[in-house]
C-alpha cells in the first residue's frame, strides 16, 4: 500500500485486556447473508454491530483500493429495503431478510443542519461527495438515519450497523444504519460520530484503539474525527484488523486507508485549526525538573507540528505523534511558563499556555516523586497505558465511548 507523505508514525498501544469473543445476535436469513455480529454489552447497555461479509472481488476494470461509491448519501427519509446484495441503489440490503420499511427520523430542522455540517466535515479531506439529495442511481453509499434495530431483527440496544467483508475490502453502493430512536434525541454530534463509523465500514475500515478517532469504541471528550495516526485494531483490547478472526491488516491509520480508497481532495481549503492542547501538568501544577509534557493533538486532516515554548523560548519541535514532550532535567526550580503550538498542513495553528512551579523532589504528574526520568505519562488518544481503572480507557463497545462525557 502506497501511502502519502503526510502519514504519520504514531502507534498507539493498550494492555492487553479480558474481552468477550463477539456474540451472533442474528443467523443469516439464507445461505446469502452472513452473521451479524456484536461485542460486550457496554455500560450503557447500547451495542454496535457488523454483518460478516464473505471476501469481495472487484468487477473487472475497477480498482480493488479506489471506491467507486464516492457520493455518501444521508438519508433521513426513510427507506423500503428488500432482501439481495446490497445496493443502495435499488433498495437492497443483505441486513434485510424481507420487505423492510425503516422510518423517517422526525428530528428538528436544527439537528439535521449540524448533523449533515458534521458529516461533511468528517469528510471534507477525501474526494467524496456529502449530501442529502437522493443520488438515484449513480453509484453511492446510503446512510440511513431513522427506527430501531428491531426492525432488521436485532435487539432494541444496538445503535448502529454496517455490512463488513473478512477481506475489508470496499462494498460498493452498501447501505449502512444509525437507529436514532435509541439515542439521545438532541445531540446531533453523537449520532454523526456513530454514522461516520458505519460509513467508514462501507469503505474497508475497522475499529480501533485510538480514542480521538470516530472508529474508536473508546471514551473521549472531545469532537472526534478520522487522525493520521497509525493504531491498532480492536474494540477493548489489541488484534488484528478482520473480523470474526480474519486478518487484513495488523494496523489502521484511518486518514491514510480513506485517502487511499477515496482520494484526496483537490484544491480543498481548510479553515479548521487544530484542537487540543497541554493535558498534563496541570496548570498550576508543582513538578520536578525533567517532567514530561502531554498534549492532546487532534485535526480535521492532521497535525503537522507541535512546538513547545519555555519562557517564551522555543525548546522542541515534534513532527509525529505521540506529541509528548520531556523537559531539562537542569531546568531551574522556580515558576515557568510553558506554551505549546499545534499547526496542522494548512498552517492553521492553536496554542495554551499553562504555568508551573519547578521544584527538586516534587510528585511528578500521575503520581510519584522524584527528579527527571520518572514516565508517568499517558499515550496520547486518551489510551492509559497503567491500567488503573480511574483512567481514560473505558472497556466495552461504541457507545461507552461515544456518548461523550461532558466536561
Not at 137 to 157: D, K, Q, R, S
Not at 202 to 215: C, T
Not at 236 to 248: F, K, L, Q, Y
Not at 353 to 361: Q, W, Y
Request: proline share 7%.
Amino acid at each position: 500500500m502506497r501511502l502519502s507523505p503526510f502519514v504519520a508514525s504514531m502507534v498507539v498501544l493498550v494492555p492487553a485486556l479480558a474481552s468477550a469473543a463477539p456474540r451472533v445476535i442474528k443467523a443469516p436469513g439464507t445461505a446469502h447473508y452472513g452473521d451479524v455480529v456484536e461485542g460486550p454489552a457496554t455500560i450503557n447497555d447500547l451495542k454496535f454491530a457488523r454483518q460478516v461479509l464473505p471476501p469481495i472481488t472487484p468487477e473487472p476494470g475497477t480498482s480493488a483500493v479506489l471506491a467507486q461509491s464516492k457520493t455518501i448519501y444521508l438519508n433521513k427519509n426513510g427507506v423500503t429495503l428488500q432482501p439481495g446484495t446490497n445496493d443502495s441503489r435499488t433498495n437492497r440490503s443483505t441486513l434485510a431478510t424481507q420487505a423492510t420499511t425503516i422510518p423517517a427520523w422526525t428530528t428538528t430542522a436544527a439537528n439535521w443542519t449540524a448533523t449533515v455540517t458534521c458529516m461533511k466535515d468528517m469528510f471534507s479531506a477525501y474526494d467524496v461527495t456529502v449530501t442529502d439529495v437522493d443520488p438515484g442511481t449513480a453509484p453511492h453509499v446510503e446512510a440511513v438515519f431513522g427506527g430501531t434495530p428491531t426492525l432488521l431483527g436485532m435487539p432494541n440496544n444496538v445503535a448502529g450497523v454496517s455490512p463488513f467483508t473478512t477481506n475489508c475490502a470496499i462494498i460498493e453502493n452498501a447501505i449502512v444504519f444509525t437507529f436514532t430512536s435509541v439515542l439521545p434525541q438532541n445531540d446531533p454530534r453523537l449520532v454523526c460520530e456513530i454514522m461516520a463509523q458505519e460509513v467508514a465500514h462501507a469503505y474497508g475500515l475497522d475499529h480501533e484503539l485510538l480514542a480521538s478517532d470516530p472508529m474508536t469504541y473508546l471514551d473521549y471528550t472531545g469532537n472526534r474525527a478520522f487522525q493520521n495516526s497509525t493504531a491498532t485494531c480492536g474494540e477493548d483490547t489489541v488484534r488484528p484488523c478482520g473480523i470474526n478472526g480474519s486478518t487484513c491488516r495488523p494496523n489502521q491509520n484511518s486518514v491514510a486507508l480513506l485517502t487511499e480508497r477515496l482520494g484526496k481532495k483537490v484544491g480543498q481549503t481548510d479553515t479548521t485549526p487544530p484542537t487540543g492542547g497541554i493535558t498534563s501538568p496541570a496548570a498550576n501544577a508543582t513538578v520536578p525538573p525533567g517532567f514530561q509534557i502531554v498534549t492532546d493533538a487532534n485535526d480535521n486532516q492532521m497535525v503537522v507540528s507541535a512546538k513547545l515554548y519555555v519562557d517564551g523560548t522555543l525548546s522542541d519541535t515534534l513532527t509525529a505523534g505521540p506529541f509528548t514532550f520531556t523537559t531539562s532535567a537542569s531546568m531551574a526550580e522556580g515558576t515557568h511558563r510553558l506554551e505549546v503550538e499545534l499547526t496542522d498542513g494548512a498552517n492553521m495553528f492553536t496554542t495554551q499556555e499553562i504555568t508551573v512551579t519547578v521544584k527538586k523532589g516534587a510528585q511528578t504528574p500521575g503520581g510519584g516523586s522524584g527528579d527527571a526520568g520518572d514516565d508517568t505519562s499517558e499515550v496520547t488518544g486518551g489510551c492509559s497505558t497503567s491500567g488503573n481503572a480511574s483512567g481514560s480507557l473505558l472497556l466495552g463497545l461504541a457507545l461507552a465511548g461515544l456518548i461523550r462525557r461532558r466536561r
